[in-house]
């Protein structure tokens, strides 16, 4: 799906929708599905009214799985979301809306499976192939039940941004890890990559690291992009995740059209 962006030389600028701890965790309130629902709608209606591409849906529970499974109720919420905010996005003429979600932290089958059933574009993967540590415990990757799945449930129209070197899969300072954890991804079914570094000089050499293996393939940045920075870090990158930036700082808060709007004018001028 993201090879379009590739060969027309443009960027897809996604907002991070967050949303509200989903049922059955432990932060859970009473309403807070309603709450993500109202935020997700009135998020993606501003993303979309100020020139963005697409969205993810991302749980924000503060406490998540590390494996490959997760509640029903976790996986019945996004999908009610992901199909409203489908909808909204047809109704507002807006088919193309590029639509992704993520079961947090490494939910890859579920997720698959609210995309499929929902209506969604793409999933994020944290852990495709390999291992990662992270603050509640290893991830590692189960590649094969994943790819099963996949194929079971006829998902091959559902893209796979899958992380190699960001804010969830750390990786070593050896760029040629990062190279083979591609060659990975690519022969066990996935293509599109996710990176991200907070140094600019870093980032840039993920990507390029990236497109060394393919340079056809699909690399969106995860994160640490804002208005001032956009056009130097999207240089060689087909497109990028946009959090704190589009919410006004305010990580988790309701995405501000202003914002959006400055961002993709900026993106728009270094466009081929």
Known sequence: MFERYVETNKKCIMGMIHLRPM?????????DIERSLEKALTDAKTLINGGADGCLLQTVDRVYPVTDDTDYARVATLAMITTKVRDLANKMGKEDFVIGC?????????????????????????????????????????????????????????????????????????????????????????????????????????????????????????????????????????????????EGGKWGEFIIEEIVDEYCRKIREIEG
């Open 23 to 31: 049922p059955n965790t432990p932060f859970y309130k009473d309403g």
């Open 102 to 246: 993520q079961l947090m932290t490494n939910c890859i089958t579920p997720t698959m499976a609210v995309a499929k059933c929902a209506g969604a574009d793409w999933i994020r993967c944290t852990a495709l192939v390999g291992g990662t540590s992270g603050g509640l415990g290893n991830i590692q990757a189960e590649t094969l039940k994943v790819m099963n799945y996949r194929r079971a449930i006829g998902a091959w129209n559902i893209d796979m941004v899958c992380e190699v070197a960001s804010k969830h899969y750390k990786y070593g300072n050896d760029l040629s890890e990062v190279k083979g954890l591609v060659g990975m991804i690519l022969y066990a079914g996935g293509y599109s990559i996710e990176v991200c570094n907070p140094d600019e000089q870093v980032n840039e050499d993920l990507v390029k690291t990236v497109k060394s293996v393919n340079p056809k393939l699909p690399v969106i940045l995860g994160g640490d992009t804002n208005v001032e920075n956009c056009q130097r870090r999207l240089r060689y990158a087909d497109g990028a995740l946009v959090g704190s930036c589009f």
